[in-house]
């Protein structure tokens, strides 16, 4: 196999039919989502959360199509460190997703919200929705996805990783902007199935082809089974901490006030932690056949590589437009919600017509996350790391804690310990640290100073609770 490929020359005349056919029936699912817009009431609640009428099945495929777009990321992942992938990307994962289940749902039920800021507000007030919303947007810049993006379309066509962003981001605004919450949930239902049955076919051949595990352990090295794979407990770790950010992700909890109620929810993350288990399973069963395969390529790119030889005529371009419908499908979520903290949390006071304003912000925060992936020097890992750690570090702690003390912390007291979180982390990083402290990662140091900020100055009294500035 070869490490490097000229991936259009590819593929056949029946490939480019299927994937045309699988691109213009998601682009039929947006359209439809468009549709029901217009039917509808046409309100900014029915705009940014489909009105409260997500059923299970659309919250289900919605919920796992979202979660993936960073594919070339998780193969880089397992492609250099094994099933540390999966440890890190997965496990941590999946119990974070039960635990959210169990314990979140009914306490965010109440409140009524419309974004994470938002319920921020009507936890603790004013300043803290803002300070929410400024992380939550900087957390929720599709980076990764949109350099996903450029990259498979570099691959497909051999346009460079730049154009293929700019060009990408264009389209999926488009059709985004056109439906609402209606056309991204539709379209992932589209690619929902395509996805799934994509990265199946894949360790399918695989084991058929080349053999089960003896093959993979008899051709990679033996940390690939390790599940730090020999980069330490401490780097292994983070990743569990990141994954804790769930429990505040603003896609789960616009999935959550989407929903037609808590049992829905509840029920829906328990069936797509399920869903998210067996896919893992495949990405990193797939990563590993490229890794053992073709142990010279690109990190990012083995897998696609690896996949395009390996499949027969006509699954080829099912299997492209698997990898496609990954990205858009996360890209597309990950855009509406950045928007939304733009247009509904911080500039709602300014422009009165919320849906105008989150299209043009859905441009706007595309065209800036290409170059944010310009400034990470396309590393996935680096993207993931930076963004992830400064959301979690500095909100998971106090919106937690919201949840355990209800009403004992301030709207002050929220926004100082988000804000000294921050503060310390950066600084932590920009000190030249050496030995056993240049292991420490700024992220741990956050989580401690804003948790020692909100134990020692939270309120024993209680206080009243801030009436959502909701209501659309």
């Known amino acids: 196999m070869l490490s490097k490929l000229t991936i259009i020359t590819y593929l056949s005349v029946t490939d480019w039919l299927v994937f045309g056919l699988v691109l213009l029936i998601t682009l039929a699912a947006a359209f439809y989502g468009n549709y029901r ?9 029915d705009y940014l959360l489909m009105g409260r009428q997500l059923t299970l099945p659309l919250f289900v495929a919605t919920l796992v199509a979202t979660w993936y777009g960073g594919i070339f990321g998780v193969n ?8 540390y992938n999966f440890v890190t990307q997965g496990v941590f994962w999946y119990i974070v997703y039960i635990i959210f289940a169990l314990f979140i749902v009914d306490k965010i ?19 803290s929705a803002k300070v929410a919303a400024v992380f939550t947007l900087l957390y929720m810049m599709p980076v990764v996805y949109v350099l996903s993006l450029g990259l498979f379309l570099n691959m497909i066509f051999g346009m460079s990783v730049w154009q293929g962003m700019i060009i990408g981001v264009i389209f999926t605004c488009l059709y985004t902007a056109w439906g609402g919450f209606k056309a991204v949930v539709f379209s992932d239902l589209v690619q929902f199935f395509v996805m799934c049955s ?17 093959f993979l ?22 990743w569990g901490f990141i994954a804790l950010a769930t429990l505040i992700d603003p896609s789960f909890y616009q999935r959550c006030f989407a929903a037609k109620s808590p049992r829905v929810v509840k029920k829906g ?6 869903i998210w288990f067996c896919f893992d399973l495949c990405t990193t069963a797939g990563a590993l056949y490229a890794r053992a395969l073709l142990p010279h390529a690109q990190p990012a790119e083995a897998y696609f590589f690896y996949a395009v030889q390996l499949l027969p005529i006509g699954l080829k371009g099912f299997f492209i437009a698997g990898i496609l419908a990954i990205i858009l499908s996360t890209l597309n ?79 002050n007291l929220f926004v100082a310990s988000a804000l000294t979180s921050a503060a310390v982390m950066t600084i932590w990083k920009l000190l030249p640290l050496q030995g056993f402290w240049a292991e420490i990662d ?26 959502s500035a909701t209501d659309l």
């Open 37 to 45: 817009q217009k039917r509808s009431k046409n309100t900014a609640l």
């Open 76 to 83: 880089e992942i397992t492609f250099n460190y094994g099933i």
């Open 109 to 127: 039920a109440k409140y009524n919200s419309v974004t994470l800021p938002d319920l921020a507000g009507s936890m603790f007030g004013p300043k």
């Open 198 to 214: 994509a990265v199946l076919l894949v360790v399918l051949f695989s084991v058929a082809d080349f053999g089960g595990l003896h």
């Open 217 to 238: 352990k008899a051709n990679l090295p033996a940390s690939h089974f390790s599940i730090t794979g020999g980069t330490g407990i401490l780097n292994t770790l983070i």
């Open 269 to 274: 993350i328990l069936i797509s932690t399920v």
């Open 333 to 411: 979520s990950f855009l509406f919600i950045a928007s939304n903290t733009l247009s509904f949390d911080l500039l709602r006071t300014r422009f009165q017509n919320i849906i105008v304003s989150n299209r043009i912000s859905l441009f706007v925060i595309g065209l800036v996350s290409a170059c944010m992936a310009q400034f990470f020097h396309g590393s996935f890992k680096a993207i993931w790391l930076t963004l992830g750690s400064y959301f979690s570090a500095c909100l998971l702690a106090p919106m937690l804690m919201g949840y355990i003390y209800p009403k004992r912390i301030s709207d």
């Open 442 to 467: 700024g992220f741990y140091i956050g989580v401690i100073t804003g948790l020692l900020i909100l134990f020692l100055m939270r309120k024993k009294g209680n206080m009243s609770y801030v009436k």
